[in-house]
């Protein structure tokens, strides 16, 4: 990444601890993997988590999960994913489920438990269950030519599970498009510079990123209600692969076609591109709201005690006119 930009854009350190995951927001060389603490960011937004245990249910799966969050007294938002596909989930078992719920701890120090409505599976099958979290979900940046979501914050994990019995819902009909075409572009990131993955909807960003140009990958995304967001993902061939899914104001995106989510193969070790095209709701007001990825790493990206940490794409503001 150009150097200018690399020093602009804030990312997200992951440090993995046995049984959990331990994040703060910091600035980050993300795919080489040096941390630099920015002092002035010690007050922002802060996760420690870690999946306690898992229970199979009745009717849901319950993923227990001790949070410590900041700030406090904010809107915090919550995801579930089986094996990285998100999931409908309540915060109580009479609640009703949906993809996404809302808390508001007024302290840091807090114990959940998502009741997650997954597909089926049978004893001693090996499935991944996970959620994910977004930290101040109502700030919005304000516009600019380079937007940065600097007091918010997205982290995802998900922990190996062995089924210690048969687990039956036949109410869950996701679907995930596994056929994805790739396009490769022969470019390979030989000084470990390049992110190892971006998304944006003008091509040119990867072309200009590719040849080593300054390139701006935080403007505006601008669309309309019910329409068709055209929007390309570039990954190294040598990152991991895995299960990517789209998230507008905080909620799922559909694919056209139905899908939920994508599987992410590409099998060769430069960059390759493939195009996704998202159905914007039909009953979403104009406005500017969050926009992002949310990636599902497999066994390639696997931490200790089973944890992953998924792969979170940087905050794009969309604009619906």
């Known amino acids: ?12 350190s992951l440090v993995l601890i046995i049984g959990g995951c331990s994040v703060k927001k910091e600035n980050v060389e993300d795919d080489v ?11 922002g937004p802060f996760l420690t988590s870690e999946i306690q245990n898992i229970e199979i249910k009745n009717d849901s799966v319950a993923l227990h999960v001790n949070l410590e969050v900041g700030p406090t007294n904010v809107n915090h938002k919550l995801y579930a994913f089986q094996n990285g596909i998100p999931v409908e989930f309540s915060l109580e078992e009479s609640q009703k489920p949906s993809f996404v719920q809302t808390i508001k701890p007024a302290n840091e120090k807090n114990q959940i438990t998502l009741y997650m409505k997954t597909k089926d599976f049978k004893k001693g099958e090996k499935i991944n269950l996970g959620f994910g979290i977004v930290i101040n979900a109502d700030y919005l940046p304000e516009v600019s030519n380079f937007i940065m979501f600097n007091d918010s914050m997205i982290q995802a994990y998900g922990k190996d599970f062995i089924a210690d019995q ?3 819902n036949q109410n869950i009909d996701t679907k995930v498009m596994n056929n994805l075409k790739w396009t490769s572009t022969g470019k390979k990131d030989e000084k470990n510079l390049m992110p190892s993955y971006l ?3 003008d091509k040119k960003v990867f072309d200009d990123m590719f040849s080593g140009k300054s390139y701006n990958s935080g403007k505006a995304i601008q669309t309309k209600k019910g329409e068709t967001l055209h929007i390309s993902l570039t990954k190294n061939g040598l990152a991991p692969n895995g299960t990517i899914s789209f998230y507008l104001n905080h909620k799922p995106l559909k694919l056209v076609g139905g899908y939920d989510a994508a599987i992410l193969t590409y099998p060769n070790d430069d960059y390759g591109i493939a195009d996704f095209d998202l159905i914007i709701p039909d009953d979403i007001e104009k406005g500017n709201y969050a926009f992002y990825a949310i990636i599902a790493q497999t066994e390639e990206a696997q931490g200790s005690g089973g944890v992953y940490a998924f792969k979170i794409s940087d905050e794009r503001l969309v604009q619906i006119e």
């Open 166 to 168: 048969d687990y039956q």
């Open 199 to 201: 998304l944006d909807t």
């Open 1 to 12: 990444m150009n150097t200018y930009l690399k020093t602009a854009t804030i990312l997200l």
């Open 33 to 43: 993997g040096n941390k630099i603490k920015d002092e002035t960011n010690d007050q």
